[in-house]
């Protein structure tokens, strides 16, 4: 019964993270913002040492320094001493560093920095899917209102700030949910494997949708799919169960496509 | 730069004015002393060669790029860093772009309907109504239920054009509309852009289609290294160029 409960808890927290992580990574593949999520994925073990050290919740502290982080990269986006990719290396890898060296001199509570690399779904508590739910939840609806013109950004920004959408505003809005998204997910797949559960099931979903909306929903689908089948692996055979997800969504990727090119030969 | 408060549109005055405008990226000058002022219905083309600032100039008008030193006023309204204001601007001002920048999976109808639902939060019925009439005005009025993917480069330019003109501006800037179109496709969009200087509507174009200068400009705007070398009504432009720089850049054009 005991191992029911954490099995229910870690599928509900990984089906709660796909749901979200779905229609956000369409827009992470759409707009090519990959190594942006990296990023900000990177700098939230920054975010879980900072939680440590002023005693408050990591998740709480992760979603501050992402946020600051994404404040920081956008506001350095105009520069033109150093090309985009470049900053972004330097940022998160600087961000990562720190976070290792901060957690290091927390001496007042043994950290496993394995559980926060590469997530620990199977020791979700309640607090994590309170945590998980209220985010999703939030970052869902913040989405929701910002879908249009987030989406008239993303064919054109230019031409959307010409129409009047109002650009800066949302795409602050788009990093915060970003950063509520990282902060929520790590705990399913840890700091360095979030950002593919951000785009892997965008990307297996994209050449089946015809409409951005239609992608949005195949990625959830792709999502919870793999979610039930890298837990279904790690109860299987014994593997951990963060990067069996990643891996059950790299291999849906890699059979949709598959499937397509096949479905595409047939057509012609 | 002064801040000004929240204003309204005012047509009474000239379209567009600016005065001592410079734009820098980083040290490097773009934009020196640019003084223009642009009367209401004036259509106005500005040539030069590639980095001579003229796209940039175009796009400092609705505040797609910011100018760091002198004023720009657009319908009596000074653009400076109070959002509001750039919005009210930008309601009075639409661009036309190099490339179309469709959505591809909306149709023609739903591309022109987007801005004035989503945006303007006009209701259906009326902003399909209003697409309808601006996709007759660039003669594509048979194209409504198709997806840009099955139009010519042309057609979606035109589609561009109308989406545009959906948002109901009084000012149309155009940056290189047509550089971007296979030669047997450029005559369809200058042709719709013909139509419209001929209804009135102020336009401000980045173009090298001296034919279409000739034909339409009320005046010629000759840019190099960031300033306005010279500018004159077309047939004086074309036949009695005074400086060196623009001699040579008509020689160079108009020689091919």
């Not at chain 2, 219905?41 to 796209?55: A, D, F, L, Y």
């Not at chain 2, 760091?68 to 009075?92: A, F, H, M, P, Y």
Request: glycine share 8%; with cysteine; proline share 4%.
């Amino acid at each position: 019964m005991i191992m029911d409960d954490f099995l229910i808890r870690a599928l509900i927290a990984g089906l709660g993270v796909a749901v979200v992580a779905g229609p956000l990574g369409c827009f992470v593949v759409w707009r090519r913002m990959a190594y942006f999520g990296a990023a900000l994925a990177h700098s939230a073990l920054f975010g879980v040492a900072l939680g440590l050290l002023l005693e408050i919740s990591p998740t709480l502290a992760i979603v501050v320094v992402c946020i600051a982080v994404a404040l920081i990269l956008v506001s350095m986006q105009g520069q033109r001493q150093l090309a985009g990719d470049t900053l972004l290396g330097i940022l998160a890898h600087a961000m990562l560093a720190l976070g290792l060296v901060v957690t290091a001199l927390v001496d007042t509570v043994r950290v496993d920095l394995m559980a926060y690399l590469f997530g620990d779904i199977l020791a979700v508590s309640d607090i994590d899917l309170y945590w998980i739910f209220g985010g999703g939840v939030l970052a869902l609806v913040a989405l929701a209102v910002i879908w249009r013109p987030l989406l008239a950004m993303t064919v054109h920004e230019e031409l959307a700030a010409v129409e009047g959408v109002p650009v800066a505003r949302t795409r602050l809005m788009f990093m915060v949910i970003i950063a509520i998204v990282i902060a929520v997910a790590m705990k399913v797949v840890g700091i360095l494997l979030i950002v593919s559960l951000l785009i892997i099931p965008a990307a297996a979903a994209r050449p089946f949708a015809r409409t951005p909306e239609a992608m949005a929903i195949l990625a959830i689908v792709a999502g919870c799919i793999s979610v039930v089948l890298g837990l279904g692996s790690s109860m299987t055979w014994d593997i951990p169960a963060g990067p069996a997800i990643v891996l059950a969504a790299a291999v849906l990727f890699l059979v949709g496509g598959l499937l397509r090119k096949t479905s595409r030969s047939y057509e012609q | 730069m002064s801040d000004t408060n929240t204003a309204a549109a005012d047509n009474s005055g000239p379209a567009i004015a600016i005065t001592g405008m410079h734009k820098w990226y980083g040290d490097f000058h773009v934009l020196k002393d640019i003084n223009l002022t642009v009367e209401r219905g004036e259509r106005i083309v500005i040539c030069g060669p590639s980095g001579s600032g003229k796209s940039t100039m175009i796009r400092c008008i609705n505040r797609l790029e910011e100018h760091q030193k002198g004023s720009i006023n657009v319908s009596g309204i000074e653009l400076t860093n109070d959002v509001k204001n750039i919005d009210t601007i930008r309601r009075e001002v639409g661009m036309v772009f190099q490339h179309f920048n469709l959505f591809p999976h909306l149709t023609v109808l739903q591309n022109c309907t987007l801005a004035p639902i989503w945006v303007r939060k006009m209701p259906k019925a009326e902003a399909e109504e209003i697409a309808m009439k601006y996709l007759t005005r660039v003669k594509i009025p048979e194209q409504a239920g198709k997806f840009p993917g099955q139009l010519s480069g042309g057609q979606q330019q035109r589609v561009a054009i109308a989406r545009s003109l959906c948002m109901n501006p009084d000012i149309m800037l155009f940056d290189e509309p047509t550089s971007a179109l296979d030669p047997e496709m450029i005559k369809e969009v200058l042709d719709v852009m013909v139509d419209l200087a001929k209804e009135g509507m102020t336009m401000l174009c980045v173009t090298h289609e001296m034919g279409f200068a000739k034909q339409v400009a009320d005046r010629v705007i000759f840019m190099d290294e960031g300033e306005i070398i010279e500018q004159n009504e077309p047939n004086e432009f074309f036949d009695n160029p005074q400086s060196d720089r623009t001699k040579l850049f008509l020689s160079q054009i108009l020689g091919h």
